[in-house]
């Protein structure tokens, strides 16, 4: 679960804030040892993981400005909003986080934050001496899922925009699915990174030396293969989610997730869900 840090001389820039529990023991100490205060902070999409640490943030650091995506916003801004938005929507089909996982997400979510600012597609960052980032709009995981865009190194932060074939543990076994709400969506955000040419995707969940082309391949035939075993099932949401677990996965871990893509594709594909 990695967050950045981007420090130029105009404008230090943090990436995602991670669980309520990850601020202090981690990116106070690094901002710290790194002599530095954030100026702005962007979350790049409305997950636990990624914006449950903006209340811890924003009592340490008051000064800085909180922004993301307008899709997104009412979900970051709310652990209501995201908890009925985000994760709890699967009850309406029978299914959804256990009761273990629920609070765990209560927990970690940290508590509702105001957003300060939107970023939207085109806007640029600049960072002092030259030094510009490109926001990008990268919908599919979330609506307003946002990545930056570093022409001077090639970088792309991308976050959870791709997600080859779901999140693995430390020893390589597939863990958590990727949650995929638009499926048009997110293959035109694989073809969109693809178009950059990137020479490093610096991802939350995957290792900065992935090669790129492989990886974006990887994430665009997963969502292939959700259609076609969504054209190839049939009955109610929970059990095309279990056929495609069985054929995409396993995944051990929040396998109900996969029902997002399942429900988007089936959908796309005439049926009423």
Known sequence: ???????????????DTG????PEPV???ALAQLDREPDLVITSHADVDHCGGNAAIRARFPRARLACHPADRAWVQSTAAMLAGNYLWYGHYGFGPSAQDRA???????????VDDELSDGDV?????????EVLHLPGHTPGHLGLWDPRSRSAIVIDAVLDR??????GTLLIPPRI????G???TIDRIAALAPERLLTAHFGVGEDVDAFLERSRGWNEQVATAVRDGDGDLRALTDRVNDRVGPYPEFAHELAAAVRDHARRQGADL
């Open 1 to 15: 679960m990695a967050q950045y840090v981007l420090t130029g001389s105009a404008l230090t820039l943090l990436v």
């Open 19 to 22: 669980l309520a529990s990850t």
């Open 27 to 29: 990116l106070v100490p």
């Open 104 to 114: 765990f997400l209560e927990a970690e979510l940290g508590g509702d934050t105001p």
């Open 125 to 133: 960052l600049d960072l002092g001496d030259g030094w510009a980032l």
């Open 166 to 171: 779901g999140v693995r543990d430390r020893v």
């Open 181 to 184: 709400y638009d499926t048009v």
């Open 186 to 188: 997110y293959a035109a």
